[in-house]
């Protein structure tokens, strides 16, 4: 009966491992199209635009991480 009990608590932790990997992986997958979105946005900006609100075209994929991931 123990063995029992202990696969049942094993199979319930695996079980939620698995959950957090998958919502993990949706998370990961939502920052990267917002990334993609960020980065293509301020890409699309004429030169004029982006110095305008003062942000340099090399700039563009450190300012979409950041605003994306905070890093």
Do not use: C, P, W
């Not at 491992?17 to 699309?44: G, P």
């Amino acid at each position: 009966m123990a063995y029992s009990h202990t696969a049942t608590h094993i199979e319930f932790h695996l079980l939620r491992r698995i959950q957090q990997i998958v919502t993990d992986y949706r998370t990961a997958l939502k920052l990267r199209r917002e990334y993609i979105r960020t980065y293509k946005e301020l890409d699309a900006l004429s030169d004029y635009d982006l110095s305008d609100i003062g942000v340099s075209r090399h700039n563009i994929a450190d300012i979409a991480r950041e605003h994306v991931y905070g890093v």
